[in-house]
Nanobody, 117 residues
Framework: QVQLVESGGGLVQPGGSLSVSCVASGSAAILTVMGWYRQAPGKERELVATISRGGTANYADSAKGRFTISSDNAKKMVFLQMGSLKPEDTAVYYC???????????WGQGTLVTVSS
């Protein structure tokens, strides 16, 4: 059973930068995709960015040019570097992964990112 644990959320001022990370544990399952989604208060969960095992990154329009996703397949980790943060980036950021076998989707418990002065 794959488990995802996020870290690195917190409070940052508008225009600032913050990084979040996620590590997968509990299973030897191969992960084909890892990434980040977010859910702001009163809104639906939305894609931020994903990265394939081969290194292909996919970004939501809101993240392009400001956020960078990266991963370490050997360590089963995914990272999100966020810059030029805006108050509307405030949300719970969820780590996401998909397994090779059965294409099972796994979610972390989330880490809160608050952008406020």
């Amino acid at each position: 059973q794959v488990q995802l644990v996020e870290s690195g959320g917190g409070l940052v001022q508008p225009g600032g930068s913050l990084s979040v990370s996620c590590v997968a544990s509990g299973s030897a399952a191969i992960l084909t995709v890892m990434g980040w989604y977010r859910q702001a208060p009163g809104k639906e969960r939305e894609l931020v960015a994903t990265i394939s095992r081969g290194g292909t990154a996919n970004y939501a329009d809101s993240a392009k040019g400001r956020f960078t996703i990266s991963s370490d397949n050997a360590k089963k980790m995914v990272f999100l570097q966020m810059g030029s943060l805006k108050p509307e980036d405030t949300a719970v950021y969820y780590c996401y992964a998909k397994t090779l076998v059965r294409q099972r989707e796994v979610w972390g418990q989330g880490t809160l990112v608050t952008v406020s002065s």
